[in-house]
T-cell receptor, first 107, second 113 residues
């Protein structure tokens, strides 16, 4: 499975867009990019996934670069409830959670 | 809609005591089921997964075991707990078509004393 690199922490102002980057330079052609988040003391929550095209759902948007070596998860209007650890996972097998990015949404 | 239940929510057990954690899923049939553990301040570690009744795959050798007696029931057990078994235990379900799209339960926080 390809490795991912995420910043350990980020801050975002409430109501603004939160853009969470992920580098996955060793991704192979058939590997999807998955995003999960974990709010403190809860189980992880699936957010979105994609292969090549940009994806959008009710929670977020996923932008994947043309060379697929990096992606960005966008929360368009962050709220305090979006404060969580966000995990970027790449690969074709089991879920392997790294350390993720701790996003703090501030009033 | 699908829901996943875990119990108990919290548990304090002495070293050497047995353990049984239960997970059930509603609203889907023949799900893939998973047990994860998250130690304090660390990432999730996959412990076991099952693609069907009686089919268990172990990811990490340890003193834990898992069983799937029914299609939507997954049980995590231990005969004798160790201090190192403390952690946050999470059950998840997914489908075979999208094994990396998993839905997690609320978790059980286990403290071994």
């Amino acid at each position: 499975d390809a490795k991912t690199t995420q910043p350990p922490s980020m801050d975002c102002a409430e109501g603004r867009a939160a853009n969470l980057p992920c580098n996955h330079s060793t991704i192979s052609g058939n590997e999807y990019v998955y995003w999960y988040r974990q709010i403190h003391s809860q189980g992880p929550q699936y957010i979105i996934h994609g292969l090549k095209n940009n994806e959008t759902n009710e929670m977020a948007s996923l932008i994947i670069t043309e060379d697929r070596k990096s992606s960005t998860l966008i929360l368009p209007h962050a709220t305090l409830r979006d404060t969580a650890v966000y995990y970027c996972i790449v690969g074709g097998g089991k879920l392997i959670f790294g350390q993720g990015t701790e996003l703090s949404v501030k009033p | 809609s699908q829901t996943i239940h875990q119990w108990p929510a919290t548990l304090v057990q002495p070293v050497g005591s047995p353990l049984s954690l239960e997970c059930t899923v509603e609203g889907t049939s023949n799900p893939n089921l998973y047990w994860y553990r998250q130690a304090a301040g660390r990432g999730l570690q996959l412990l076991f997964y099952s693609v069907g009744i009686g089919q268990i795959s172990s990811e990490v050798p340890q003193n834990l075991s898992a069983s799937r007696p029914q299609d939507r029931q997954f049980i995590l057990s231990s005969k004798k707990l160790l201090l190192s078994d403390s952690g946050f235990y999470l059950c998840a379900w997914g489908t075979g078509l999208a094994p990396r799209e998993q839905y997690f339960g609320p978790g059980t926080r286990l403290t071994v004393t």
